[in-house]
C-alpha cells in the first residue's frame, strides 16, 4: 500500500557581493534592497552546499494522544509555580506569560 509523506528538500545559495557604503549598516541595506528590488538575484552558480531532505509529517504516523496530553500537562505543571510567582512579583501585567499557562491548564482539564 502506498503512503503519504511531506518531505522538505533544503538548498542553500551564497555570495559576496561588493557594496561601497559609509558604514557597514547601509552596506547591509543597500545590499538588502539590491535583493528585494531583484537587482541581485542568486541563480544555480550561487549553489554551496547539498540538498539537505527531511521528513515533516507521516500519515501513517500514529499520534498516543492520552500520551501527549500527560507531557504537556507535566510540562505545564512544572512552569506554572515559578511563573505565578513572577507574575505576582510583576505586578500582575497582562501580557505575562502565566496567562498562557493558566488558560492552557484548564484547557488539558477538560480532555
Known amino acids: 500500500m502506498i503512503k503519504s509523506f511531506q518531505v522538505e528538500i533544503k538548498e542553500e545559495l551564497s555570495r559576496v557581493v561588493h557594496i561601497e557604503a559609509e558604514n557597514p549598516d547601509e552596506a547591509i541595506d543597500k545590499a538588502r534592497f539590491l535583493y528585494k528590488t531583484k537587482e541581485i538575484m542568486l541563480d544555480a552558480s550561487d549553489f554551496t552546499k547539498e540538498?539537505?531532505?527531511?521528513?515533516?509529517?507521516?500519515?501513517?504516523?500514529?499520534?498516543?494522544?492520552?500520551?501527549?496530553?500527560?507531557?504537556?500537562?507535566k510540562i505545564l505543571s512544572y512552569l506554572e509555580v515559578d511563573e505565578q510567582r513572577d507574575y505576582e512579583q510583576s505586578q500582575y501585567p497582562k501580557n505575562h506569560i502565566y496567562h498562557c499557562i493558566a488558560y492552557l491548564n484548564q484547557y488539558i482539564e477538560t480532555i
Open 51 to 73: 540538498a539537505e531532505f527531511s521528513l515533516l509529517s507521516s500519515k501513517d504516523k500514529t499520534i498516543n494522544q492520552p500520551e501527549v496530553v500527560s507531557h504537556i500537562a
